[in-house]
């Protein structure tokens, strides 16, 4: 393999700098987290064969002038602030290097794709993509292209892949300069960003979210299920689906996922994390920014609707949804936080959808399934349970693959290799013609222990588990107040704990708010409902905390400079350690440079995603550690 040099960027190259849009945010912030804590994967993968006669110059050729039409190409990121830089076109060597193999067929390009997406990509020093061109007999065949997703999303990618061989074939019409993010980042009005945030939250306030793990699979989970179904015949289903009701395919199968929910559930209303792309202008069309947008869709169900109107309100819900998401994801991140601590609970979407099919290595096809059939490649891995169902759906080569993760505590084994079986099902019987009404009634059972809230629904033995694991608490029962519901007001789930002398129930309240989501096997989606009053003692919240240890001082100093002037660590006072930190107005996109102050401080034992949930800054505190002893160059330790 023959690997190009390297060289880290001049900042003479610079031609012009600017603040990522929102939707950068929200990948600047997930770049922040160690890579194996990550939810996402990172770098975007995939390929594009070599049309003859194309040589390996073409190639090279083509890609530069990609480079040149495409600033995103050659864009770099701040390391701690949200600001990006656009280069010069030479301003570095193209990142491409060739692999020889012997055949360029389907399983080499599986595994090459995936050891390229493996790559680590430094968005902060280097162009934030990779190539490599597979050579069979010293002549190019593919090239596969890896890209951040900070700089470019899963559509720029297949718009990058789709010039490229354009290029090759010798119809690659001049194009005009594509449209960077900086020249779009201005026309984002903050007054309008304020009004959609407000709208988005008041929409979210009431709906439940919880829908699948009370139908869900083994009690605890065993590990998380993997599973990619691909069918030729959907392919066609689902094409004749949309001709039918106007709509693209991706909508469609989100709209066969959300009647699926509704029919094994009995859930109408529910939110689902949906990616979102907004290229119907123009001149958007072929850029390879980041356009794409993980929204929540608030769905909303009539029982005994037609599927039509399932793709209406589908349709209707993820424009919504994009239009209300686009402005500030990461103060809509914070702001949902701070209302979900008030209320008292942890709200998690149940379902996460994506319209871009990731490279999977860890897929391994059947041995005895026809080619031209639906195929299924499915393992289960002993780690931790997935705490949502991931569906992401490709259109490839003429065939629907929707590829599955879930946890065996919402979905079993057998629960999740049905359920792309079951859509593509569905599709077979829309495309003969059905109207397919939502279902009144579930079609399946909720599993033991669990007990539907307003808010969604409860596992009742987990949320005792996480109280009897409070110091302090020798006893504790969980069950739903009678007396709220016979007098007329939504029920609410009441913990009665015999404890110690010195544990309050607002102890009791915060241990859940900072535990509950980190109890390994806890069955998502992760939430419950406690009086925000201290567990239905009637007792008011509990009064601001000032830091106290050391850890506590450096971390409250770190949260009062993120939010305002660099501090020390005596700048304390407006800072309470009961709250989280979106409840100070830390956003994900302070993170970065809070996590920096903490190590100035001398502080560290904590990473960025631990910083965005809901827990307490007395909690997070605890997780500090001291920075090791540095040691000079004489060999002495500094004391």
């Known amino acids: 393999m023959n690997h190009l040099p390297e060289p880290a960027p001049s900042p003479t190259t610079v031609l012009r700098s600017g603040p990522l849009t929102w939707v950068q945010q929200w990948h600047w912030f997930e770049h922040t987290i ?82 390229l997406a493996a790559r680590p990509i430094d968005p902060e020093q280097q162009p934030p993509w990779l190539a490599r061109v597979l050579l069979e007999g010293g002549k190019p065949r593919a090239v596969l292209l890896a890209a951040h997703h900070l700089v470019i999303d899963g559509w720029g990618l297949a718009v990058l892949l789709d010039q490229l061989h354009r290029h090759l074939l010798g119809n690659d019409a001049p194009l005009e300069a594509s449209l960077h993010l900086l020249d779009t980042v201005a026309t984002q009005p903050l007054e309008r960003a304020r009004a959609a945030e407000q709208e988005w939250l008041m929409r979210l306030a009431g709906n439940p979210t919880g829908v699948l793990a009370p139908f869900g699979g083994t009690h605890g989970g065993e590990g998380r299920h993997r599973l990619q179904h691909r069918s030729v015949d959907a392919y066609d289903d689902l094409v004749h689906v949309a001709r039918r009701y106007r709509a ?118 059947a041995c005895d399934t026809p080619p031209d059939g639906a195929t299924t490649w499915i ?63 579930p079609s399946a059972p909720p599993a033991a222990g669990w ?54 129930p607002d102890d009791l309240h915060r241990h859940v708010l900072d535990h509950l989501g980190e109890v390994p096997g806890i069955l998502a989606p992760e939430r419950y409902v406690l009086s925000p009053a201290g567990l239905a003692s009637g007792r008011p919240p509990a009064t601001s905390r000032p830091p106290a240890t050391g850890p506590e001082r450096a971390l409250a100093a770190a949260v009062a400079a993120a939010v305002g002037p660099v501090g020390s660590p005596n700048s304390t006072d407006p800072v309470d350690m009961n709250r989280c930190l979106a409840e100070h107005g830390v956003t994900l996109v302070a993170v970065p440079r809070l996590l920096a102050l903490l190590h100035q401080f001398g502080f560290t034992g904590i990473a960025s995603d631990e910083l965005a949930g809901t827990a307490s800054l007395g909690h997070l505190a605890l997780a500090l550690e001291p920075l090791p002893p540095r040691a000079h160059p004489g060999g002495e330790t500094s004391p």
């Open 451 to 504: 007990w539907r809230a307003p808010q969604g629904w409860v596992c009742l033995p987990e949320v005792e588990e996480v109280l009897r694991g409070h110091p302090g608490v020798l006893d504790v029962t969980v069950a739903p107040d009678g007396d709220a519901a016979r007098e007329g007001h939504d029920p609410q789930l009441v913990a009665r704990a015999r404890t110690t002398p010195h544990v309050t």
């Open 34 to 115: 160690p890579a194996p804590r990550r939810v996402n994967p990172t770098p975007l993968a995939d390929h594009c064969h070599v049309p003859p006669p194309a040589t390996l110059p073409d190639v090279l050729a083509a890609l530069a002038s990609l480079t040149a039409r495409h600033e995103a190409l050659r864009t770099t990121v701040d390391p701690l602030r949200p600001i990006q830089h656009v280069h010069r076109a030479d301003w570095a060597p193209l990142p491409v290097d060739c692999m020889d193999v012997p055949d360029v067929d389907a399983s080499t390009l599986e595994a090459a794709t995936a050891a």
């Open 248 to 365: 693209s395919p991706e909508v469609v199968v989100l709209a066969a996922l959300a009647h699926d929910v509704a029919a094994r559930t009995g859930e109408h209303r529910f939110l689902a994390s949906v990616v979102v792309s907004n290229r119907a202008r123009a001149d958007l069309r072929h850029s390879i920014g980041v356009r794409a947008l993980t929204v929540p869709v608030q769905i909303d169900l009539r029982p005994g609707a037609a599927f039509g109107e399932v793709v209406a309100s589908v349709t209707a819900a993820s424009a919504a949804a994009y239009r209300h998401g686009q402005w500030r994801p990461a103060e809509l991140v914070a702001a949902q936080a701070r209302m979900d601590r008030r209320r008292g609970i942890v709200t998690v979407p149940t379902i996460e959808y994506n319209c871009y099919s990731w490279p999977r290595d860890y897929l391994v096809p």
């Open 379 to 441: 393992t289960s891995a002993p780690d931790e349970p997935c705490e949502t169902l991931y569906v992401d759906l490709g259109l490839d080569t003429g065939a629907v693959v929707l590829d599955v993760t879930v946890g065996d505590h919402l979905l079993g084994a057998e629960a999740a290799t049905a359920l792309p079986v079951r859509l593509c099902g569905l599709l077979r019987a829309l495309a003969d013609g059905a109207e397919c009404p939502v279902p009144q009634r």
